[in-house]
């Protein structure tokens, strides 16, 4: 139990990596990681959060009619042969982080393998102590040829059945969460339901967004308003770590931050490359948000919020009768 004077501050490192091209291989990778972790280390951090998908290209921006074509892009163990010396540096280091990446499951009790686009948090002692699944897949499912670029992954991963975990590490209470999680204000409360004080999100978000060309312009803004909202409603810490610029012809959003519970960013990136953001986050500053505007049990209304859980879609209200 830490004395009550003293302040549960973790220096975290948001680890923005810039493209990962489609012949990088896994160790040139994780050779950047290092160096980044290096850099976290010399700037006394504690924890660093690495992108989504952060091994490899965003493979899901092609499709490929047989899946197992893509089974490469999968990790099957975690550490595997690549990750290990990320792992072992880390441990030597005492540094702890968050790593996205495509995982394809052993076969489960019916002999099925599951894709899933997976984070885990490791602890300063080389332990993954939390795995998360993520839960909001976007784009499609099937090719759709007349794309520019495939945004696949609901061809390629499956949404994790597990939802929202919160795990008790470096002091505080982390989550998890991935990519267009980060645009779901549900993503942000299931974790404030369990108390969360600082979520950590890779991403990898392309500036142009097909369905809707007139939202390029804004995926810099969309990225913090959704951050900072989520932030400061759960009064939590948000960290938020993008793979940036060009990656095979497409240009990718960076813009990496560290969102206090206030929901002011307190550290950015100004790159689209590799790049270390470093803040030291007070995880006691939740407290002014969760125990005063957002007590969620003095003010909350459950009993009022039902098509929130029990709804898909929308309902839209009759005409007036
Ligand atoms: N990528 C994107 C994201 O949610 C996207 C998908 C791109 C949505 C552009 C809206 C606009 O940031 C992932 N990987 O979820």
Redesign the pocket.
Known sequence: MTSPTASRTIVVGAAQLGPVQREDSRESVVARMITLLHEASSRGCQLVVYP?LALTTFFPRWFVDDIGEADHWYETSMPGPSTQPLFDEAKKLGIGFSLGYAELTDPDARGTRHRYNTQILVDGHGSIVGRYHKVHI??HAGHEPDRPFQ?A?RYYFEPGPEGFGVWRSFGGLIGMMT??DR?WPESYREMGLQGVEMILCG????IH?VPDPS?DIL?GFHNSLVMQAGAYQNGTWVVGVAKGGVEEGVDSLGQSCIIAPSGQIVAQAYTTGDELVVASCDLDWCKRYKDTLFDFDKYRRPEVYTRITSQRGAVIAPENG
Not at 203 to 206: A, E, L, R, V
């Open positions: 989504e976007p784009g945004h992954e990519c267009n645009r991403y990898n978000t392309p967004y939202q995926q």
